[in-house]
């Protein structure tokens, strides 16, 4: 796309109804640290992997983040931040779940990649939100890991960023499930919608 795209300027919050060409979805770090039996897991996260396979179809542009840290990162334990060692570059804790289908994805952002630099949102350090708008996107639809943290984070981060912004929320799980009911709450009151992979895909073609 050239200089011609327009910018993308905030809408009211939509209740979506079926994805088209002119949104993506974006799956955040569906990788085998936030998977059960890795070094961070996130219970049942592995559990979004088919419905995220199954909705890739229906989007103009699918993205996936990868949490992507250098082996002595700022946020491990050891360097005084609050989680173990995780999504080390290069490692296979840092791959993509494997059942996850990477033939749907058109890019992959990878974040947090300095020592001293954390980054919860697919957009923070990275040029995600410029790649979306060059792309023709509007809309932005939000799933993953983990919905108290990076799908959290994104979601907020598109939505500032201008895009009418959902989380799917059968598409994601949480590091702590407790924390849900606010996190739902906070997206609402943020103008970010609530939507499920079912409403998604169930209207007619
Ligand atoms: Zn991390």
Redesign the pocket.
């Given at each position: 796309m050239s200089a011609t795209t327009e910018p993308t300027e905030p809408t009211e919050p939509t209740e979506p109804t079926r994805a088209h060409a002119h949104d993506a979805l974006i799956i955040v770090d569906v990788q085998n640290d936030f998977c059960p039996g890795g070094a961070l897991a996130v219970a049942d996260g592995d559990a979004v992997v088919p419905i995220l396979n199954r909705l890739a179809a229906h989007f103009g542009t699918v993205v996936a983040t990868q949490?992507w840290?250098p082996a002595a990162h700022s946020?491990f334990v050891a360097q005084g931040g609050p989680?173990p060692p995780?999504?080390i570059a290069d490692t296979p804790g840092a791959e993509f779940h494997p059942d996850l289908d990477l033939g749907a994805l058109d890019l992959v952002v990878r974040k947090?990649m300095l020592t001293a630099q954390?980054a919860y949102s697919g957009f923070d350090g990275t040029d995600l939100a410029a790649q979306l708008r060059a792309r023709g996107v509007r809309r932005v639809f939000v799933g993953g890991l983990a919905l108290d943290y990076c799908v959290d984070a994104t979601a907020r981060d598109a939505r500032a960023a201008g895009f009418a912004t959902a989380v799917i929320l059968n598409a994601t799980r949480a590091v702590f499930p407790e924390q849900a009911p606010q996190k739902e709450a906070a997206w609402r009151a943020a103008g970010i919608a609530l939507t499920t992979s079912a409403a998604l895909t169930s209207a007619t073609e």
């Open positions: 949490d840290h946020s989680w995780h999504c947090a954390d």
